[in-house]
């Protein structure tokens, strides 16, 4: 069977924590380590077994799948509105409609789960580096970026010393990188782009725009207000003491 459904998200909710947020409820309903997650632009398609996905993929989509799967599509009303309607799709091996009371009762509980902030931040320090995170797991993988502070020595050599740093894993620093490209393009040579594979130096006064920017995104992204309030406040403290803070990512 087939079912299919439409919610209204909150306007004043950001795409990205929307999706936080379903994703957050798919965790809840199946267990953290057990369904397969496909994440695209405006989709998330969930199954217990990656096998059930693929065969729902290239019988070309069909009404029917061996698992249940869930496919969650985002439209936008109005182009560049920032308001979406959400499309949710349930997918089974049944051929008749006994699951459609049952999947009611999930779309009633996701609406739920979507009134709520979907995460507490995990906050771990080593030696001279501090892992925070907030949507990571570990079998997501180790890709992330490191903030340092920056100051050279009367050798041009970076300066020992200057304090702890921050660990962030992609997962979680695609947020914080919304308020990070308002400094990019820019106009220094080799310089121009961000750079994910390697080291970028970012002054005192582009951390002030991107600070602001971080501001709004908490406002519009409350499962990661307390994240992003933590991050601010590190780069607000290390400014105090240096007048560049380097990120370095690991791609």
């Given at each position: 069977?087939?079912?299919?459904?439409?919610?209204?998200?909150?306007?004043?909710?950001?795409?990205?924590?929307?999706?936080?947020?379903?994703?957050?409820?798919?965790?809840?309903?199946?267990?953290?380590?057990?369904?397969?997650?496909?994440?695209?632009?405006?989709?998330?398609t969930a199954v217990q077994e990656e096998?059930?996905?693929?065969?729902?993929?290239?019988?070309?989509?069909?009404?029917?799948?061996?698992?249940?799967?869930?496919?969650?599509?985002?439209?936008?009303?109005?182009?560049?509105?920032?308001?979406?309607?959400?499309?949710?799709?349930?997918?089974?091996?049944?051929?008749?409609?006994?699951?459609?009371?049952?999947?009611?009762?999930?779309?009633?509980?996701?609406?739920?789960?979507?009134?709520?902030?979907?995460?507490?931040?995990?906050?771990?320090?080593?030696?001279?580096?501090?892992?925070?995170?907030?949507?990571?797991?570990?079998?997501?993988?180790?890709?992330?970026?490191?903030?340092?502070?920056?100051?050279?020595?009367?050798?041009?050599?970076?300066?020992?010393?200057?304090?702890?740093?921050?660990?962030?894993?992609?997962?979680?620093?695609?947020?914080?990188?919304?308020?990070?490209?308002?400094?990019?393009?820019?106009?220094?040579?080799?310089?121009?782009?961000?750079?994910?594979?390697?080291?970028?130096?970012?002054?005192?006064?582009?951390?002030?725009?991107?600070?602001?920017?971080?501001?709004?995104?908490?406002?519009?992204n409350p499962s990661s207000a307390e994240?992003?309030?933590?991050?601010?406040?590190?780069?607000?403290?290390t400014l105090e003491q240096v007048d560049?803070?380097?990120?370095?990512?690991?791609?």
């Amino acid at each position: 069977m087939r079912y299919d459904t439409e919610i209204a998200c909150t306007s004043y909710l950001t795409l990205h924590e929307q999706k936080r947020r379903i994703k957050s409820f798919l965790i809840e309903y199946f267990g953290a380590a057990h369904f397969f997650l496909v994440e695209t632009g405006f989709s998330i398609t969930a199954v217990q077994e990656e096998t059930a996905f693929f065969e729902w993929i290239n019988a070309g989509k069909p009404d029917r799948t061996t698992k249940e799967l869930f496919h969650f599509k985002w439209m936008e009303q109005q182009k560049r509105s920032g308001h979406f309607l959400l499309k949710c799709s349930f997918y089974n091996r049944l051929e008749d409609n006994g699951r459609q009371k049952q999947f009611e009762k999930i779309v009633l509980q996701m609406k739920a789960h979507m009134e709520h902030p979907a995460s507490t931040l995990r906050i771990t320090q080593k030696e001279k580096i501090i892992d925070v995170r907030q949507f990571h797991h570990r079998a997501d993988g180790k890709i992330g970026y490191g903030l340092y502070p920056y100051a050279e020595d009367e050798k041009g050599h970076w300066r020992e010393n200057l304090g702890v740093g921050l660990w962030i894993y992609r997962e979680d620093f695609h947020l914080l990188y919304e308020g990070i490209k308002e400094v990019y393009p820019r106009k220094e040579k080799d310089f121009e782009n961000f750079d994910d594979t390697g080291m970028n130096f970012i002054r005192k006064s582009e951390w002030k725009v991107i600070l602001n920017h971080w501001s709004k995104l908490a406002i519009s992204n409350p499962s990661s207000a307390e994240f992003i309030d933590y991050v601010s406040r590190w780069v607000i403290a290390t400014l105090e003491q240096v007048d560049e803070i380097a990120i370095e990512g690991n791609l």
